[in-house]
């Protein structure tokens, strides 16, 4: 018999007296749906404002693409929505073309996917998935959004300055941002973007300790951490993540404040401007560059970890089968959040760093490769012959998969320091992580929207509209990012405003016309989920109580859950998340809220040993956990 851990709750009040719990929670309009300490209202809040700033992101990036793949256009037809960003000449204006390479890596890094994807994914699943009536704290998880809000607010507001928004690239790297009479984005649009990131860093803080909390004190009875499901484990790791290192870019930026607004010389130093020095001495800029990418490397994996966790659930559901390698699953993501923070420095291998240090971030790079390598090998082989149903949130799913192999195996070019230093900066590094961040966590996004609509709205999306979204746009990404990796390898620079005064680069017209046009059509796609996501909202058709026949706990809600998600009694746990195909079973899945002493016909020998153990008095349960599933 299998060994086994004993759990013991005492005076757990799961049933909250009937329907008191939901009752304590009536109010009007705006505490419902404004002010709403509800997680499932948050979480489309944070829906709802992450594609305001999707469809804004790509659209600044289709402007610049405009710009590199027709640097010969008239834009005067922009006027009247850019004005005098517009030049006489109909050209975009340079100092503006470098705020729109900012705003787009800042919008679509941090506004899209970290609040869009975790803030809304990890509000609306954890309480539901683990068996909670909300957050710890509904009142600091309305605060996280607020703040998100509000930093959303500043950071549009800076887009309509008359010195244009922040300029620098999204890394604000000093002295350009340290100095506000450099250039026109190191103005009040600089200072508007931290005084953004600093509000947004807080939403994150609140959010992340928040899901923390959570996850470990309301689980309900039998959910012990080796029954939660894959997409929990990856919040929980996230917002530790984040907890760790989002207060040092806090750091980092109110530094930045200081030198631009106090005249210190943290960053800053023998700084001279049209011939004249400035007062700043002993300041180095490559400390901004740690502190920065302190957050910035592990920022990678707060965007990737939620989108790997919604497409585990995905895949295993709609493969009708077991996810493959559970603990080696969850043992990769800690590994991976572990590394995570000891790699950033390979984003400086061009700093002059000393070679001997360069060589143990090389290495230490190339071995967060491994839990990679796990997590796409389990998913190809929980693929494998499964009995698979290709919804729009299963062919997003696979593309993730598909984006996070092309994009990390460029990556393994990019950790080497040989080759990085020649790499550095140019187009190759842009496709890098447009793969392998951008693309991949913007396609977990995606697939978490399509797969639980049902739960958030109660209707279901056009699955037609869904499958023609994910060609377009798979294919267009690809169209778009493949061809950047050879112009890379060419020396092609990143951020450069015109290549059309290099001889060496006018080879490369065709390919830099045909990523502009393939941006073109892959934005044009995503009104077709917009369309398909706000029609569904209220037109679409009813949803079934569990239309992808899964096993979560957030399947055994009412179809519109109340505040309190449970009506009477929350489900306790008996079983892990991933018993699809059960051979015996009676159906090809079983809930996890379904005991032993139900499926005597697919049980395993342990399992059956557990069926005399359990228990569920009310004041007090014995939930008895096997070393196997």
Known sequence: MATTDIHIHQNVHHDDHGHEHDEHHEGNFWTTYIFSQDH????????????????????LSVIFRLQLGFPNMNLEWLKPVLGGWITQEGKLDPEFYLALVTMHGTIMVFFVLTAGLSGTFSNFLIPLQIGARDMASGFMNMLSYWFFFLSSVVMFVSLFLETGPAGGGWTIYPPLSALPQAIKGSGTGMTLWLVAMALFIVSSLLGGINYVTTVINMRTRGMS??????????????????????????????????DRSFGTSFYLSDIYIGGEALAHDGGSPILFQHLF?????????????????????????????????????IGSMLFIAILS???????????????????IFMLLTL???????????????????????????????????????????????????????????????????????????????????????????????????????????????????????????????RRYYSWTNFETFSGFADLNMLVSIAAIITLAAQFIFLFNFFYSIWRGRLAPANPWHSNTL?????????????????????????????????????PQHIPFSETPESNLPHENELIKLETSNGEGAIVIEGNKH
């Open 554 to 590: 957030e399947w055994t809600t009412p179809r519109n859950p109340g505040h309190g998600n449970w009506v009477g009694e929350i489900p306790s746990v008996y079983r892990w998340p991933y018993d699809y195909s059960k051979p015996g079973a009676k159906e090809d899945y079983i």
């Open 40 to 59: 499932k209202i948050i979480a489309k809040q944070f829906l709802i404002t992450g594609i305001f700033w999707a469809l804004l992101g790509g659209t």
């Open 367 to 493: 071995i967060i490769a491994v839990p990679s390598a796990v997590k796409i090998f389990n998913y190809v082989t929980t693929l494998w012959k499964g009995n698979i149903v290709f919804t729009p949130a299963m062919l997003f799913s696979i593309g993730l998969v598909s984006f996070f192999l092309t994009g990390g195996i460029t990556g393994i070019f990019l950790g080497n320091s040989a080759i990085d230093i020649q790499l550095h900066d140019t187009y190759f590094v842009v496709a890098h992580f447009h793969l392998v961040m951008g693309s991949a966590s913007f396609f977990g996004m995606l697939a978490g929207i399509y797969h639980w609509f049902p739960k958030m709205f109660g209707r279901m999306m056009n699955s037609t509209l869904g499958q023609v979204h994910f060609w377009i746009t798979f294919v267009g990404v690809y169209m778009v990012f493949f061809p950047m990796h050879y112009i890379g390898i060419a020396g092609f620079p």
């Open 293 to 329: 990418w302190f957050l910035g490397h592990p920022e990678v994996y707060i965007v990737l970890l939620p989108a790997l966790g919604l497409s585990s659930e995905i895949i295993a559901t709609n493969s009708r089968k077991p996810i493959f390698g559970y603990k080696a699953m």
């Open 225 to 258: 951490f080796t029954r939660m499901p894959l997409t929990i484990w990856a919040f929980f790791f996230t917002a530790i993540i984040g907890i760790l290192s989002f207060p040092v870019l806090f750091a980092a930026a109110l530094l930045l404040i200081f």
């Open 341 to 359: 923070f000891i790699v950033w420095a390979h984003h400086m291998f061009v700093t002059g760093m000393n070679p001997f240090l360069g060589s």
